[in-house]
């Protein structure tokens, strides 16, 4: 039976500070030794998941923006994949345009004069201080297509976020508070799960992730695995009784998990 892993990045794959994956490298030499598909499923844009598929060496089909978008290699399928060309990939998009995204984000806060920014109103300066990353990488955190980013300057703002649904919306949060259309990871792990059953017959799926953004991806796995916070503990708006968690944080804990999977 082929495994496929599905992954979130920051606090999992990531270390949610440095953004390193050193530790998590004993798991991811036997991932490419056993030729185990491994799928990155982040909020982060494509432009940024490009760079990490390139250090991770990885060749697999990746999801953007909490679900926003679905990228496969062209070729990868041996079955027909539906969807827009876009460079070397299909891309099947199921969340709301970017543009859309941001024009009811800013006549909300201008309507209920609620002083929210998103990262459509931050530099490239900006944005890496409130992140720790790089300046280029930062500038990649910008390239948004289905998904906005934002901070509140203080508690979050019950009343925007409930207004955002009104507007035919939806929010999630992980690392900060995201707006973004009718889409979320787990439906696209759902198609992606199809194509892999059409390619291989029967699948095993294992997913892991940190946060309430990750939720949709674990309900959708054979074997989801639940990271602990740097700062500890687990995040309380993720809990269902097939849950595993994870006892280690960042990587570490993401390849302990993967070995026990891999190496019963």
Not at 95 to 107: A, D, K, L
Not at 114 to 123: A, E, I
Not at 164 to 178: D, P, S, Y
Not at 219 to 241: A, C, Q
């Amino acid at each position: 039976m082929k495994t496929v892993i599905f992954t979130d990045l920051d606090g999992s794959l990531l270390h949610a500070r440095t953004y390193s994956f050193k530790d998590a490298l004993p798991a991811l030499r036997l991932i490419q030794e056993r030729r185990v598909p491994l799928i990155l499923c982040s909020s982060k844009t494509r432009a940024e998941i490009e760079v990490y598929r390139e250090r991770l060496n990885n060749r697999d089909p990746f999801i953007s923006e909490n679900g926003g978008g679905i990228f496969i290699p062209a070729g990868y399928f041996s079955v027909p994949v539906g969807g827009g060309l876009l460079n070397d990939y299909t891309r099947i998009s199921l969340g709301t345009p970017y543009h859309e995204i941001r024009r009811h984000v800013v006549n909300l806060r201008e309507r209920m004069k609620v002083q929210v920014k998103g990262f459509g109103d931050m530099s490239v300066e900006e944005i890496a201080r409130l992140t720790g990353l790089g300046r280029g990488e930062a500038a990649l955190a910008k390239e948004r297509e289905f998904d906005e980013p934002i901070v509140f300057p203080g508690d979050a703002d019950e009343e925007f976020l409930a207004a955002v649904e009104k507007a035919g919306l939806r929010w999630t949060r992980g690392r900060f508070f995201h707006i973004l259309g009718n889409s979320d990871k787990g439906k696209a792990v759902k198609i992606l799960k199809r194509y892999y059953e059409s390619e291989y017959g029967r699948i095993m799926t294992m997913g892991l992730g940190d946060g309430f953004n990750d939720l949709p991806l674990l309900r959708e796995v054979d074997h989801p695995v639940l990271i602990p916070r740097e700062e500890g503990g687990y995040d309380p708006r993720v809990d269902f009784p097939q849950l595993t968690k994870a006892k280690k944080s960042g990587p570490a804990g993401w390849s302990e998990a993967v070995l026990g999977l891999l190496e019963p």
